[in-house]
């Protein structure tokens, strides 16, 4: 019995030696196009997050509406984006926000009342974006 079963053992390890040796043989052959193509865009990276944002105007009186308008690169529609205010070093969000819709745009009403220039900037989704001046009268 134990011979019966040694050589069963080497029967089914000599088989799958050879069935091998055809899969190699098949690996060598070249893969289709299409399966090439999805394997090069699931190594394409994703691109980078990034906002850009701009005001409707430069210049507003005190408590006057304005619009801030941008675009989102990299960041998933529905992302809440907010609108950030510089206060010395530091940079403060402020309860102006959004969320980025399925076009990858984004538009916020605003309204400031700290008289002078204001430098705002826009940030959200792991990204900000360059910071813009809106001047306050």
């Known amino acids: 019995m134990n011979r ?7 029967g089914a390890l000599t088989a799958g ?19 090439v193509a999805t394997q090069k ?5 994703a691109p980078k997050p990034a906002l850009t944002a ?3 105007t430069k210049t507003v009186k005190a408590w006057q ?4 308008t941008g675009k989102a690169t990299g960041i998933k529609p ?9 206060k010395g070093t530091k940079w403060t969000t402020l ?7 399925k076009n990858a745009t984004y538009s916020m009403r605003v309204k400031l ?10 940030a959200g989704g792991g990204a900000v974006s360059a910071p813009f001046t809106v001047t306050v009268r």
């Open 113 to 122: 009342g700290i008289k002078g220039k204001n430098n705002l900037r826009v």
């Open 17 to 35: 030696l050879i069935a091998g040796g055809a899969a190699g043989a098949f690996a060598a052959t070249p893969a289709p196009a299409k399966a």
């Open 95 to 101: 309860p102006a926000k959004v969320t980025v819709n």
């Open 54 to 56: 701009q005001a409707s």
């Open 65 to 68: 509406e304005f619009r801030v």
């Open 78 to 86: 529905g992302t809440t984006v907010a609108l950030q205010q510089q």
């Open 41 to 45: 865009a699931a190594a394409k990276p």
């Open 4 to 10: 019966a079963y040694r050589l069963a053992i080497s």
